[in-house]
C-alpha cells in the first residue's frame, strides 16, 4: 500500500497565513474606529459645543463638553441609515448625511434615570422641523410670524427633517410632566414657589447714573448706551449688588419691556403660544402654564387650542381641523385629549438672550438626547492658545453652576 509523503510545511492546517497589507491593515483599524466611535456617541456619549450665549454664565460660548446619553437612557437611532459621526448635514457639500428610506419609531434602553427638575439637558429643536436651507440655524415659525409665510416660502428653500436629525440645542429644564411654570418679572415659579435662583444666570438691567459712566471693580458686561445717564448692562444674578454699589450707579432695574398681562407688539416677539388674543403672556411675565404628562387628559376649547395643536399635529401624529368654533382629531369633533407622550420646559440661563420654551413651546420626550455631563475643554475670543479658560477644564456642570 502506498502512501503519499507530507511534504514539509504545506498542511493546510499549518500553513502561515498570508500577511495582511499595510493598506488593509489601516483599513481595518479605520473601519474599528468609526463602528466604536459610533456606538460609543449613540449610546453612551457625545462631545458637543456651546455656540451661543443663551446659557450664560453657567455655560460659554467655546465650551466643549460630553453629554452623557446613559444619564436618561440611549435613544435608539430613529433615522438609522445615515452617514457615521456627521448629524445632518455633510461637510463641504452641505447634503443631507441621511435618507429617511427606513424610519423606526421613537424607542428608549433605559438609563440610570430620568430628566430631573433644573438639569442641563440636550435635546432636539422642537421647531427645527422645517429649516431654512440658507439659514439653517434661523427658526422658520418665528420669520414667518414676522415677514408672513409667503414671504418667507417665496424667498427661501426650505427642507424637512426627521426627530433625531433635528438642531441639537442645550437648555435647562426649567418644568417636568405635571409642573405648573408661571414667570413673574423674570422670576420663575415652579407649582407656585421660587425655583432655585442660580448665581450666575443672567438678566438684561436697565443702570442709571448720574450723567457719568459706573465705574466698577469687577468686569461686568454692558450691552449698550441708552443716552448719557441710563445703561443696559447683562448682569449674572451675583453681579446686581455690585453694581447697585458702584460709583456714578443711582439705579438699577430689570429691563421688563412689558408688565403682567400684556403681549409684545411684534409678531417676532410673540411668545407661546403666539394668540395675544386668549394668553396676554411675554418673556417675563407668563403663565401660569401647566406641563403636559402623558396620560393626562386637558378639555380642548378654541380658547386653549393654541397650546396643544403641536402636540396633537406635529409630535403625535394627529391630524387636526378647527371648523365652526368645532376641534376635529382624526377627522372626529374631540373636546378633550390625552397626551401619548410627556413633554419639558427648557429655559436659558441668559434669560433675555435666549431662545427657549417661552417662544416654541414644549419639549416632547422623543427629543431628548442627553444630560451634560462636563467640559473637557474652554477657551474665550483669543482662541485656544491664547486665551484658555484652565479653571474650567474638567469641571461637572453642577460645580459650574454654583
Given amino acids: 500500500m502506498a502512501f503519499l509523503k507530507k511534504n514539509s510545511g504545506e498542511n493546510n492546517s499549518t500553513k502561515e497565513k498570508k500577511k495582511k497589507s499595510v493598506g488593509r491593515e489601516w483599513l481595518d483599524a479605520a473601519l474599528f474606529a468609526i463602528v466604536a466611535a459610533t456606538l460609543i456617541r449613540t449610546f453612551f456619549f457625545e462631545a458637543y459645543t456651546i455656540p451661543t450665549g443663551s446659557m450664560e454664565g453657567t455655560m460659554l460660548i467655546n465650551d466643549y463638553l460630553f453629554v452623557s446619553k446613559l444619564a436618561y437612557g440611549p435613544r435608539v437611532p430613529m433615522t438609522p441609515l445615515a452617514v457615521p459621526l456627521v448629524h445632518n448635514t455633510m461637510p463641504i457639500t452641505n447634503g443631507k448625511s441621511y435618507t429617511e428610506a427606513v424610519k423606526w419609531g421613537y424607542h428608549r434602553i433605559p438609563g440610570f434615570g430620568h430628566v430631573e427638575r433644573n438639569d442641563v439637558v440636550v435635546f432636539n429643536f422642537p421647531a427645527g422641523d422645517t429649516v431654512i436651507v440658507e439659514e439653517p440655524t434661523a427658526d422658520y415659525y418665528s420669520l414667518c410670524r414676522a415677514y408672513g409665510r409667503n414671504r418667507v416660502?417665496?424667498?427661501?428653500?426650505?427642507?424637512?427633517?426627521?426627530?433625531?436629525?433635528?438642531?441639537?440645542?442645550?437648555?435647562?429644564?426649567?418644568?417636568?410632566?405635571?409642573?405648573?411654570?408661571?414667570?413673574?418679572?423674570?422670576?420663575?415659579?415652579?407649582?407656585?414657589?421660587?425655583?432655585?435662583?442660580?448665581?450666575?444666570?443672567?438678566?438684561?438691567?436697565?443702570?442709571?447714573?448720574?450723567?457719568?459712566?459706573?465705574?466698577?471693580?469687577?468686569?461686568?458686561?454692558?450691552?449698550?448706551?441708552?443716552?448719557?445717564?441710563?445703561?443696559?448692562?447683562?448682569?449674572?444674578?451675583?453681579?446686581?449688588?455690585v453694581l447697585k454699589k458702584a460709583t456714578n450707579v443711582l439705579s438699577v432695574e430689570l429691563d421688563e419691556k412689558n408688565g403682567p398681562g400684556t403681549s409684545p407688539t411684534e409678531p417676532g416677539e410673540w411668545v407661546f403660544p403666539q394668540d395675544t388674543a386668549n394668553f396676554k403672556w411675554n418673556r417675563d411675565n407668563f403663565g401660569p402654564l401647566t406641563v403636559p404628562k402623558q396620560g393626562v387628559t386637558v378639555a380642548l376649547t378654541p380658547q386653549n387650542i393654541a397650546l396643544y395643536r403641536r402636540i396633537i399635529a406635529n409630535y403625535e401624529g394627529n391630524t387636526l381641523d378647527e371648523q365652526n368654533g368645532k376641534i376635529l382629531i382624526n377627522g372626529k369633533e374631540a373636546t378633550s385629549y390625552t397626551f401619548k407622550m410627556d413633554y419639558y420646559w427648557m429655559m436659558g440661563d441668559n434669560r433675555h438672550n435666549s431662545l427657549d420654551s417661552r417662544y416654541w413651546g414644549f419639549v416632547p420626550v422623543d427629543h431628548i438626547v442627553g444630560k451634560a455631563w462636563f467640559v473637557w475643554l474652554s477657551y474665550g475670543e483669543g482662541g485656544l492658545l491664547k486665551d484658555m479658560r484652565w479653571s474650567r477644564l474638567f469641571r461637572g456642570i453642577h460645580s459650574l453652576e454654583k
Avoid at 441639537?168 to 411654570?181: F, H, L, S, W
Avoid at 448720574?210 to 448682569?235: D, F, Q
Fill in 153 to 241: 416660502t417665496d424667498r427661501y428653500q426650505l427642507i424637512t427633517r426627521p426627530v433625531d436629525k433635528k438642531e441639537n440645542y442645550i437648555k435647562r429644564c426649567i418644568g417636568v410632566p405635571g409642573d405648573v411654570v408661571e414667570i413673574k418679572s423674570a422670576r420663575v415659579y415652579i407649582n407656585g414657589a421660587p425655583n432655585v435662583l442660580f448665581p450666575h444666570s443672567k438678566l438684561n438691567y436697565i443702570v442709571k447714573t448720574n450723567g457719568r459712566t459706573p465705574i466698577v471693580e469687577e468686569n461686568l458686561e454692558m450691552a449698550e448706551m441708552v443716552n448719557s445717564s441710563l445703561y443696559r448692562y447683562n448682569l449674572a444674578n451675583d453681579q446686581v449688588d
